[in-house]
């Protein structure tokens, strides 16, 4: 756990503080790395209205017999799995769990690619695999193995189903953004990974994750993101860009675990964290559904007309991205959204 307990974001230091964290978070590689997808999307010939909702957290296949298959799989970079294998594995795990989490679904069954030297360096990774899998309930069915590779790299992928989804691409101007993290836990020694997963009952993690099918289901929430690499800032962008509308941000309303700088929590990789939509009227009861559970969940800002994704703090602002002008992802719909 961390040493200090969750507090509310210091005020920045005027507009002049306020443009600076946004040009700081603007060239940071956390939320530059995420502009990839804008290369990768143009060469496999997908937009916004491709099948299965390029952009999203997970592919969206609909049923025939209704509902929706959900598709997902994260990679990750040599550095994050050589620094510390048995939490990558975990990490194999988790991430994809979210994936599906956040579009309101319910994984049913992972596959894993394993590339390393031997059996034994590869040890630790398919242990933190195993771990994972078993805590959070979901079995590993298959994948590919190479153990004649130059150094160690994982790749793992997810099959779930919704019967209601949670999209990143249906947020709407005049709804309000909530941050739902869980806060207790610590920073990993490396990179900016906020950890709340580990040490934690098995039963604790898997309802904790199906609290997003059930706020898809009751029809509270219906736009949303898990934060990722990018952290909140990035992934408000992605949300934004998505759905075709701006979103401000009130900074003064973050809640940050205790002795955080800002910027780093703006740009961190939570474990259990979701930026979410709701219609005004809804926001307290998507809050309590979370605090029931003891996770923070705060209103941090509204979607808002246009394409600018702007900081505010202490009554000053600063424009963090407008991605009409500078795309992101480069899937924003062919029309703005509107209310």
Same mark, same amino acid.
């Given at each position: ?8 974001a ?5 507009p ?33 209205a ?11 296949l ?11 799989g994260?990679?990750?970079?040599p ?20 994936d ?12 894993d690619?394993?590339? =390393?030297?031997?059996?034994e %360096? #590869? &040890?630790?990774m398919?242990?933190? !695999?195993? $771990? /994972?899998?078993?805590?959070? +309930? ?13 150094e160690l790299?994982l ?8 019967? =209601?989804?949670?999209?990143? %691409? #249906? &947020?709407?101007?005049?709804?309000t !953004?909530? $941050? /739902?993290?869980?806060?207790? +836990? ?6 900016d990974?906020?950890?709340?997963a580990l ?14 099918p059930?706020?898809?289901? #009751? ?11 990018g952290?909140?800032?990035?992934t408000a ?8 509308a ?8 973050l809640?940050l ?47 808002t ?10 009554g ?5 991205w ?12 062919k ?5």
């Open positions: 756990m961390s040493g200090a307990g969750p507090r509310p210091p005020a920045a230091a005027g002049e503080g306020l443009a600076a964290l946004a040009g700081a978070l603007r060239a940071h590689p956390s939320i530059r790395g995420k502009r990839a997808i804008a290369a990768a999307t143009a060469e496999l010939g997908l937009g916004a491709s099948a299965g909702q390029p952009g999203d957290d997970a592919a969206v609909p049923r025939p017999g209704g509902g929706y298959d959900l598709l997902a994260e990679g990750f970079i550095a994050f799995v050589a620094d510390d294998p048995w939490f990558a594995g975990w990490c194999g795990v988790m991430v994809n769990l979210s599906i989490a956040a579009m309101g679904g319910r994984a049913v069954a992972l596959i690619q394993v590339w =390393a030297p031997s059996a %360096a #590869a &040890a630790p398919m242990a933190g !695999l195993r $771990a /994972a899998a078993e805590a959070y +309930g979901v079995p590993v069915v298959g994948g590919h193995t190479n153990y004649a590779g130059r790299s790749a793992v992928s997810v099959f779930g189903r919704a019967e =209601a989804l949670i999209s990143g %691409a #249906a &947020a709407r101007p005049g709804e !953004l909530i $941050a /739902a993290v869980d806060l207790r +836990g610590a920073y990993r020694p490396s990179f990974n906020f950890c709340a040490d934690v009952a098995p039963e604790r993690l898997r309802a904790d994750l199906a609290l997003l059930e706020l898809a289901e #009751a029809g509270l929430v219906r736009a949303g993101k898990d934060i990722s690499q952290g909140i800032a990035g962008l992605m949300l934004a860009e998505c759905s075709g701006g979103i401000d941000i009130d900074l003064d309303a809640v675990p205790g002795g955080t700088d800002p910027e780093r929590w703006l740009r961190s990789f939570p474990s259990f964290g979701f930026l979410l939509t709701a219609r005004p009227q809804d926001a307290a009861a998507v809050c309590a559904r979370f605090a029931a559970r003891d996770i923070s969940a705060t209103v941090i800002g509204t979607v007309p246009g394409s600018a994704v702007t900081f505010r703090s202490g000053a602002a600063a424009l963090f407008d991605h009409a002008a500078t795309p992101y992802l480069g899937l924003a719909p029309e703005p959204s509107h209310a």
